[in-house]
């Protein structure tokens, strides 16, 4: 490209074709004012402060939106231009209240700050006060547009970087401003409060509600959101040792990530009043808290009498893919080198074990191989059995703006109808746990009608034969029977993402919570073979992870059968090399996985358990069952921030510090290391979850020799493969396209040489249907909780928003019940029931009905036996077959009251 030069306050620079002024000004440290631009957001010159003079033509213009062209002579801050620029502002301050003394933006607010820079105090401007503030019933944002200045920055936030689409101006002249359709409170419209607008707006024109008027905060802190596994940076701002506010943090590479409503606004579950603050323990049926010193003795007493009364074996220790890289890792050392066994395993397995399993077979690597910035490079992008608008809303703003503003065209699998089918150019909508049906049905269109990518199947692939002899009983026609899809939209998706110069593949749990979850991941992974996607740059397949570290712990070796960096517990080289450098033997054969953990607790073979951060008495399947075992064990410890369901079974409970509370990393999807930072100090006498490890480990008089928590961290870097150098502290995430974590997933891509196409015959997680139990009942998470809602239902201002679960009810079936909105009914299942209000919707098909796994009160475990995965060792938790009948005010059914005498 041909340099365009110019000449800028008597400097000569050069920029190039198409690039603003105001670019090339700030590419050369000169400072423009602004107050409507973002390098992020579309430039549209609506303030005029940016304004400079062409010192040849005499034209004053806007710098955001004027390109270069050669010979320019720009001055940026001559009298004549500093002149307009004070008018711009005092016009603004003329419409604008004396409000900045009791306003939430504080020293924040550009405009006050724009006009100390310019000595603007009064203005002598007829003073036309803007339209009053709406008012607004939501818990996350307050609107007062008394002091919009129209920058539209809201505006271009919501349509360009989130993609919903729900502001824009409304009316023209003196009475614009920025509003939803028909200009209705936040809450009546399509807005997710994702808060990016709030984090944008230059004034105190929006503000977030709950902590208002805290005014400046000098401590900020650079870290993770907490949440999901997207793994957005946050910027934390602290006043009087509380968090007071989290906006989106500006990357080191200058990337921006807006956040969703959790980074922006569930963070303050930190300071619930529902923290543990002390360790409690449980002495002849009363609960006490205790000392540290008293609570770590008596765990430590009790791991070292069972362990030599019943063996090793018999202690299992659970951890949480919440917990971060270096807790993950002590976690499995502890198990592997203090207790002596491989029985660790967290809650991975209920929704990512699959991938593990499914990909390390057909790819020969054992995760999602594509960064989040090459999906907009996807000509076609097929969304199946997730729903990111909700679980991974960073990954959902990529795609919808890959759709709309780059052409891609999405294909979405997913029986209920979602944020995401706006956008869809084609939406299949298949019975849940049919799965595997429909994607062999579309790789055989793709192979029937030579659609393949020949060159990649004949040379970097294996088992191409036998995959076509399984795929012949699928015809489009034999999956329609099965998964109630259309045969000619099987067809038409199949053209579709065969048709594509790259496709990705997004997946989530609605494909791996199955007990045939391996199976369908082969399936997935077949298609992007078959049609050369996979190793393409804008191709490939990403697995979105529920939790913030699920691909951290897996990384650390938290599981029964692999060491940290994926050695085999089995292999005598590797397990050797750790024994080097624990010092210890290490036990040689795999251990129990999470759910065989709780069945051999219930058969009495366990008998200690350790869990870190997880809740399976909510989380897991046969939530009877897992009570019982776990009121079974002779010594359960709980280490959590919170009284689980779980830790009210336990006999010690150790107060855990939250992720705002201690250093330390997590691994996102896409397998960057992005840190966590401490920014204040643990609310009572709660300690980080790697510090309590370590205690009990020294009351055990372990070997354990860290003497520092930067010892941990350099042990990760020394043993597991591609964490080298991630302490870097000068930097917030380590791996991007150019760096180490791209050169680690391109290793682990080309393990094997070449992938194998792994056929998979579709049969039905679903217990074979039972006449009386008609309808197919879906679960997963609602918005805006994540999981079992440990942490969102404890933010205030989430809890506020969703704060109880429903079952959701297709309007049809509903009006052939009998149903109207929030009528109690009974969900009954082989293994149990519940009662729920319901919610009548046709976001959901007829025949299936949705329950939220989020509230403790309406526990949808309950309902699902444990049947695992032979592979993955996964059990099905996201579908079974139910019955609902309506309920009197005493929960009693109405067949109940029937049949009574
Ligand atoms: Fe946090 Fe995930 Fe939302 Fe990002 S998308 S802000 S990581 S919950």
């Known amino acids: 490209?041909?340099?365009?030069?110019?000449?800028?306050?008597?400097?000569?620079?050069?920029?190039?074709?198409?690039?603003?002024?105001?670019?090339?000004?700030?590419?050369?440290?000169?400072?423009?004012?602004t107050l409507c631009h973002d390098e992020h957001l579309s430039s549209v010159g609506a303030c005029r402060l940016c304004i400079v003079e062409d010192e040849k033509s005499g034209a004053l213009m806007a710098s955001c939106v004027t390109p270069l062209t050669p010979g320019m002579v720009i001055n940026t801050c001559s009298p004549r231009v500093v002149a307009h620029r004070k008018v711009i502002v005092q016009l603004m301050l003329a419409s604008h209240p004396d409000a900045c003394p009791v306003c939430d933006k504080g020293n924040r607010c550009q405009l006050r700050q724009i006009a100390g820079e310019m000595d603007i105090s009064l203005t002598e401007f007829q003073r036309i006060p803007q339209p009053a503030t709406i008012q607004e019933l939501n818990p996350f944002i307050e609107r007062d547009l008394s002091k919009c200045i129209l920058c539209a920055k809201c505006i271009r936030a919501c349509q360009e970087l989130v993609v919903e689409g729900v502001l824009d101006y409304f009316q023209r002249g003196f009475k614009a401003k920025p509003a939803n359709i028909g200009d209705l409170p936040l809450e009546g419209s399509e807005c997710t409060f994702c808060g990016t607008c709030v984090a944008l707006c230059p004034t105190g024109a929006l503000i977030e509600k709950g902590w208002m008027y805290k005014g400046t905060t000098k401590t900020t802190i650079q870290t993770t959101c907490p949440y999901c596994g997207c793994g957005c940076g946050i910027e934390l701002q602290v006043k009087n040792n509380r968090l007071v506010r989290s906006i989106p943090r500006r990357g080191d590479a200058g990337d921006y990530n807006p956040l969703c409503v959790r980074g922006s606004y569930g963070y303050d579950f930190v300071h619930s009043p529902d923290r543990l603050t002390k360790p409690l323990v449980k002495m002849n049926g009363n609960v006490e808290e205790k000392s540290w010193d008293e609570a770590l003795k008596k765990v430590a007493a009790e791991f070292e009498r069972i362990k030599n009364e019943y063996g090793p074996d018999s202690i299992a220790v659970l951890g949480s893919a919440r917990c971060t890289n270096e807790e993950s890792y002590l976690l499995q050392r502890f198990a592997r080198c203090v207790i002596g066994t491989n029985n660790v395993d967290d809650g991975n397995r209920l929704y990512n074990a699959a991938t593990l399993a499914g990909l390390s077979v057909s790819l020969g690597f054992s995760d999602s191989s594509r960064f989040l910035n090459t999906l907009e490079k996807s000509d076609v992008i097929m969304v199946i059995g997730a729903d990111p608008t909700s679980s991974a809303p960073a990954v959902s703003y990529v795609i919808k703006h890959a759709v709309k503003y780059k052409g891609s065209r999405l294909i979405l699998i997913d029986p209920r109808r979602t944020k995401l089918s706006l956008f869809a150019d084609i939406h299949l909508q298949p019975m849940p746990g049919t799965d595997i049906a429909l994607l062999n049905a579309l790789a055989q269109v793709i192979v029937r009608e030579n659609l393949l990518d020949k060159e990649f199947v004949t040379r970097r692939t294996d088992n191409f034969g036998s995959l076509t002899e399984v795929l012949e009983l699928y015809s489009p026609k034999y999956a329609e029977s099965i998964t109630g899809v259309q045969s000619e939209q099987i067809v038409a998706a199949a053209r579709l993402y065969a048709g594509a110069r790259q496709a990705s593949i997004v997946y989530g749990n609605g494909i791996t919570q199955y007990s045939t979850?391996?199976?369908?991941?082969?399936?997935?992974a077949n298609l992007s073979m078959l049609t050369g996607n996979t190793g393409r740059k804008g191709g490939g397949m990403i697995a979105l992870q529920r939790e913030s570290n699920s691909r951290g712990a897996v990384d650390m070796g938290m599981l029964p059968d692999f060491l940290p960096g994926f050695h085999n517990v089995t292999d005598a080289k590797a397990r050797g090399k750790f024994e080097a450098l624990w010092g210890v033997n290490l036990p040689t054969r795999p251990g129990l996985t999470a759910v065989e953990v709780i069945e051999q607790a219930k058969l009495g073979k366990i008998k200690c358990l350790y869990i870190v951060g997880e809740d399976p008495v909510l989380s897991f399947p046969g939530s009877h069952m897992v009570r019982d075992a776990l009121a079974s064990l002779e010594f359960l410890v709980v280490q959590d921030l919170f009284l689980t369901e779980t830790a009210k079974l336990a006999t010690v409970v150790l107060p855990a510090a939250s992720f705002a509370e201690k250093d330390g990393s997590f691994t996102n999807f896409e397998g960057k290391i992005n840190k966590i930072r401490k920014g204040i100090k643990p609310v009572g006498e709660s300690r980080p979850d790697w510090e309590i490890i370590l205690n009990i480990a020294d009351k055990m008089k372990s070997s354990f020799s860290y003497s520092r928590f930067e010892d941990v961290?350099?042990?990760?870097?020394?043993?597991?493969?591609?964490?080298?150098?991630?302490?870097?502290?000068?930097?917030?995430?380590?791996?991007?396209?150019?760096?180490?974590?791209?050169?680690?997933?391109?290793?682990?891509?080309?393990?094997?040489?070449?992938?194998?196409f792994s056929p998979?015959?579709?049969?039905?997680?679903?217990?074979?249907?039972?006449?009386?139990?008609?309808?197919?009942l879906l679960t997963g998470s609602v918005f805006p909780h994540i999981g079992t809602g440990t942490r969102s239902s404890r933010a205030p201002r989430l809890s506020k928003f969703s704060p109880s679960g429903f079952v959701e009810v297709n309007s049809a079936d509903a009006k052939k019940l009998a149903l109207n909105d929030g009528d109690k009914v009974k969900i009954s299942s082989q293994a149990g029931e519940i009662i729920a209000p319901v919610r009548i919707s046709n976001n959901i098909p007829q025949g299936i009905l949705f329950i939220p796994s989020t509230f403790p009160e309406i526990p949808v475990n309950e309902l699902f036996e444990i049947t695992l995965d032979s592979q993955s060792k996964t059990p099905t938790s996201k579908a079974c077959h139910v019955k609902i009948e309506r309920t009197d005010a005493h929960g009693q059914a109405d067949s109940e009251r029937r049949s009574q005498p």
């Open 713 to 756: 961290m350099g042990e990760i870097e020394e043993s597991v493969p591609g964490y080298e150098g991630y302490t870097d502290s000068s930097r917030l995430y380590q791996a991007n396209d150019s760096e180490a974590g791209a050169g680690r997933m391109q290793r682990a891509q080309v393990l094997r040489g070449f992938a194998r």
């Open 517 to 524: 979850g391996t199976d369908a991941v082969k399936a997935l």
């Open 1 to 33: 490209m041909q340099p365009i030069t110019i000449t800028l306050n008597g400097r000569e620079v050069s920029g190039y074709a198409g690039m603003s002024i105001l670019a090339l000004a700030s590419e050369s440290r000169v400072r423009i004012p």
């Open 760 to 776: 998979v015959e579709y049969q039905s997680p679903l217990k074979v249907k039972h006449k009386g139990y008609p309808f197919v």
